[in-house]
T-cell receptor, first 111, second 118 residues
């Protein structure tokens, strides 16, 4: 099946710093999604990307659909304590296909 | 605006016991899914139901059965629980039609069910 490599596995940053994480696939995807999971909750969709090269923002979050269609990036600017959680990328090769999830990036923000 | 509701939230079982995890969605979504989440492994698909009346295996179906009871409800059953099934289980649903800019065709997750098998 498809493989999604997400990095880094974890990050410890100070409040106010910018964060970058990425996901690479062994095959071409036509949809990339970024989810955030807080402790004790299910993942919640942050950003959805549907076109190669697409750059989409949601507040302080910006995600990009890589030109090769095999990668995606998520940036968080000026991090705050409530950004703490696990960030998952997910992708699928076709509309009818099932999602493949990355292994997650655990983000910790210190004051 | 409940979204996806899972019960129970926590459960402890002994090896060999059976149990059913319940899931219901009120968004009129066609497709429903069961995932398990284990440390360092992300979310892995157990079973899914593309529409009412159909179910299919996902990546890790062994030891599980599912029932799509109606459009709203999709249950996951462990017939004989094993310690390897200790995990957090998530139900999700999605509508495969509609305006993607409004969130169609993406998964909406429940809050999870934490299962421990001793």
């Amino acid at each position: 099946g498809q493989q999604l490599n997400q990095s880094p596995q974890s990050m410890f940053i100070q409040e106010g710093e910018d964060v970058s994480m990425n996901c690479t696939s062994s095959s071409i995807f036509n949809t990339w999604l970024w989810y955030k999971q807080e402790p004790g909750e299910g993942p919640v969709l942050l950003i959805a990307l549907y076109k190669a090269g697409e750059l989409t923002s949601n507040g302080r979050l910006t995600a990009q659909f890589g030109i090769t269609r095999k990668d995606s990036f998520l940036n968080i600017s000026a991090s705050i304590p409530s950004d703490v959680g696990i960030y998952f990328c997910a992708g699928r090769p076709g509309t009818a296909s099932k999602l493949t999830f990355g292994t997650g990036t655990r983000l910790q923000v210190t004051l | 605006n409940a979204g996806v509701t899972q019960t129970p939230k926590f459960q402890v079982l002994k090896t060999g016991q059976s149990m059913t995890l319940q899931c219901a969605q009120d968004m009129n979504h066609n497709s429903m899914y069961w995932y398990r989440q284990d440390p360092g492994m992300g979310l892995r698909l157990i079973y899914y139901s593309a529409s009412e009346g159909t179910t299919d295996k996902g990546e890790v179906p062994n030891g599980y059965n599912v029932s799509r009871l109606n459009k709203r409800e999709f249950s996951l059953r462990l017939e004989s629980a094993a310690p390897s099934q200790t995990s957090v289980y998530f139900c999700a649903s999605r509508s495969r039609s509609g305006n993607v800019a409004l969130g169609a065709n993406v998964l909406t997750f429940g809050a999870g069910s934490r299962l421990t098998v001793l």
